[in-house]
């Protein structure tokens, strides 16, 4: 069923009604807000929060999903995998040595993946925010975490991504690319679960040689020798 917010005319691209009438309920029991909004033939759907948070894992869930899709699907992203070549050595996978013009090599958010990232921008805006927090306000804070390498990005060849995820590995900190323990000390950002605060403080020491001893082992005939 096509929302009421969105009319089509046609053919056409669909004609988007002003946004204090573009707000709408997802659900009475699930007090979200969904905004449409266009950019040349793309549409997303960006939800929105009432101030007093989430009602459920499931809503909470479904929203920091939409915030990850927002963002891999921006052309901010795009610029900062860019960046991420040019200037901190970003063509290369960290563990196998190969090029991207040779394989495939996709950025690795770790220590904290992607959705855990989009979480501390959600609950850090939850926290100051005085109305309807939108799916695009966090998107955009989560930009502004990436240009700032307050994220942590590890280059790694398609091939063996998956595996990595799979196998939740430790990864040296010398290949990690920006500073996601910053978010430790800033006060000006909310991490909502110690898992999280485990994580980054596992990671934080873990070393190359460590790696080569454990983890090495497990990506085997992958690894560079």
Known sequence: MVSPALRVVGSERP?????EERIAPMKQEA???RVWSSSQVM???????PIDGFISEKQESTYIKNIE??????????????MIRQEYDGEYCRITNEHYMDVEVELHHYPLTLYEICLIATHTLLKQKQNILTTFDVANLVCK?????????????????????NQDL??????????PWSLLEDQDFVIPEEFIIWKLKQAENFTLQQFEQLCKPILWPYVKQ
């Open 43 to 49: 549409f997303v759907t960006s939800y929105g929060l």
């Open 69 to 82: 899709r927002i963002f891999r699907a921006s052309k901010e992203y795009k610029q900062f995998v860019t």
């Open 170 to 179: 430790l990864l040296p900190r010398e290949w990690v690319i920006g500073d």
């Open 15 to 19: 004609e988007l009604m002003p946004v």
């Open 145 to 165: 975490m990436h240009f700032d390498l307050k994220v942590g990005i590890i280059p790694i060849a398609k091939t063996i991504h998956e595996k990595v995820h």
């Open 31 to 33: 007090p979200c807000y």
